[in-house]
């Protein structure tokens, strides 16, 4: 099994939000994460699963409100 591992700079680049909002979310534990010594460190896989999940709760809450 591979894994796709990024840094923080890098999936601050990929998710277009900034370093300091990646590590509010972090302190939060509301994004997946781990460390390897002090370095903060993310699965890819992990946050497209973790982005997914976020759309699909927005598309529910969308749709209750329309009713």
Request: with cysteine; charged share 35%; net charge positive.
């Amino acid at each position: 099994m591979t894994k796709e591992i990024c840094d923080i700079q890098t999936l601050s680049t990929y998710l277009d939000i900034s370093i300091s909002e990646i590590r509010k979310l972090v302190r939060e534990k509301r994004i997946p994460h781990f460390r390897i010594g002090n370095r903060l460190k993310f699965d890819l896989k992990k946050i497209n699963t973790w982005i997914d999940e976020k759309e699909k709760k927005e598309i529910e809450s969308q749709t209750w409100l329309l009713y």
